[in-house]
């Protein structure tokens, strides 16, 4: 999902990934962490770091939440307005 929230651009996606603990949350964006559950899931733990870093180098920010279902990815990016549209 893509939408406007605060002068921000919001990438959001969801999967019905099986509930993380607190701790494995607060590590998500560290290279090379994975998760106990991702013992059988291809990669090497890179993808979150990856896009956490692209969104901080274009002035915005990356973060993870649960759901009722699964986990959200967001992505916050500043909403940049030409001066042709003020």
């Not at 969801?14 to 560290?30: I, K, Y």
């Not at 059988?40 to 890179?46: F, N, Q, Y």
């Amino acid at each position: 999902m893509l939408d406007e929230h605060n002068g921000y651009v919001r990438l959001q996606g969801e999967n019905s990934h099986p509930g993380l603990s607190d701790e494995v949350m607060t590590h998500a964006f560290e290279p090379f962490f994975r998760g106990d559950c991702a013992d059988d899931a291809p990669g090497v733990g890179l993808g979150l770091t990856l896009v956490k870093k692209i969104a901080v180098r274009h002035r915005g920010n990356a973060f993870v939440e649960r759901t009722d279902i699964g986990l959200r990815v967001c992505v916050m990016l500043p909403l940049l307005r030409s001066e042709a549209a003020v």
